[in-house]
């Protein structure tokens, strides 16, 4: 494997690139190429995904020292970064998990965005993948859907028994 092979990344059928193996490390620091990504080797067709390449260039043994120094020479991914806007909207969390987590909140409030909530949440679970987070706000907001909908429920039944 060379350092000046270009590879076409393959995401949702729909073939983005051609890349070199630098823009391919610098792209995984930004976040863009996630190790789950199928790349496709512009010269021979052969296929393979962005993880077992980057196993490979970054072994001790079977990666070309200048690749793995290209790997060495770019910076750690999120080198700077912003704490508060990291939890407030985290990184690497699966989406459908994080909206069901702040609706569930909400719905302590405003009672109607509980079943949303947990129908968000318990879909978010269900979806989960292996490299992402998101189980403990799916939780959250099956947890503060259901305590939401059952004060609205039962704030419901107080205001027809009463008035």
């Avoid at 983005?16 to 010269?43: C, F, I, K, Q």
């Avoid at 296929?47 to 793995?68: C, F, K």
């Avoid at 990291?86 to 909140?105: F, H, K, Q, R, T």
């Amino acid at each position: 494997m060379t350092t000046d092979a270009r590879y076409f990344l393959v995401r949702a059928g729909v073939r983005y690139g051609p890349y070199g193996l630098r823009e391919l490390v610098r792209h995984e620091s930004d976040g863009r190429v996630s190790r789950l990504d199928r790349l496709v080797r512009e010269s021979d067709g052969a296929e393979t995904n962005w993880g077992t390449l980057r196993e490979t260039l970054s072994g001790p043994v079977s990666a070309p020292p200048t690749v793995r120094a290209i790997a060495e020479s770019e910076p750690a991914p999120n080198a700077v970064r912003n704490r508060t806007l990291e939890v407030a909207l985290p990184v690497n969390v699966n989406p459908l998990a994080l909206i069901a987590g702040y609706l569930g909140l909400i719905s302590l409030i405003m009672f109607v965005t509980g079943p949303l909530a947990i129908g968000l949440g318990v879909f978010a679970i269900r979806t989960l993948r292996k490299d992402q987070a998101g189980m403990f706000r799916a939780t959250v907001g099956i947890i503060g859907g259901t305590i939401g909908t059952l004060l609205g429920v039962a704030l419901l039944v107080f205001t027809l028994l009463i008035g």
